[in-house]
């Protein structure tokens, strides 16, 4: 399948890179000091035909997913070692 688009060239300057490099965007930006607009152009693309993203699709949101239980499985611990402390706390009158 033919995919016609606009892509942007940009003209960029990193400190932490040694040379200047030349980047391409689907967007065009404003220019600031560390880039500068050179132009833009339509270029075809082919994509494969039976390309389907669905597996892409399904492989991103089940990282998604273990980094959110990951996280929620972090909190928990987290409360639990709290409860745990105050429990620990003697009480004397």
């Known amino acids: 399948m033919k995919?016609?688009?606009t892509i942007h060239i940009y003209y960029a300057t990193y400190p932490w890179q040694e040379a200047a490099e030349y980047q391409v965007m689907y967007a065009k930006l404003a220019d600031d000091e560390r880039r500068t607009y050179i132009c833009s152009q339509e270029i075809e693309l082919d994509i494969p035909d039976?390309?389907?993203p669905t597996a892409q699709k399904l492989a991103a949101l089940?990282?998604?997913k273990d980094k959110a239980q990951a996280e929620f499985a972090n909190k928990v611990a987290?409360?639990?070692?709290?409860i745990s402390k105050l429990q620990a706390i003697?009480?004397?009158a």
């Open 3 to 5: 995919v016609k688009t």
């Open 50 to 52: 039976e390309y389907d």
């Open 62 to 64: 089940q990282k998604e």
């Open 78 to 82: 987290s409360i639990n070692e709290r």
């Open 90 to 92: 003697e009480f004397t």
